[in-house]
């Protein structure tokens, strides 16, 4: 079942690709780098094979596809400390408090796009 969830996170992306073709006016794109944090759970191989299947006989055919790993992080409720976290760890390390304030982590969008 993980699999299709990446294949419609891909169909989504192709559709904003496809937006910037005609907005830009592009014949060829060679370079999609994608923001993706660690709390999306995203697996990396479901997505570059359904980013490759999307891709087929497209303007995006042959792509490279670069996937920059964002790091979670929280702010701390009460001494406003940001540090890492898990799925399974929120606490932080200054002052011991759980905090639900989560800064960074679950992005999911394409920062660049490189065509001609």
Known sequence: MKKVHE??????????????ILLHNLSKISRVVLK??????????????????????????????????????????QCKNIYEISYFNKICP??????NDVITGYELYIDTLEGE
Do not use: P, Y
Request: charged residues 25%.
């Open 7 to 20: 294949v419609s996170i891909t169909a989504d992306l192709f559709e904003i690709i496809k937006e910037n």
């Open 36 to 77: 993706i944090g660690e709390m999306t759970c995203l697996e990396e191989s479901a997505l570059r094979f359904s980013f490759e299947a999307f891709s087929k006989d497209t303007a995006v055919e042959g792509a490279a596809l670069s996937i920059d790993r964002v790091k979670a992080t929280a702010r701390c409720d």
């Open 94 to 99: 200054l002052c011991s408090s759980f905090s």
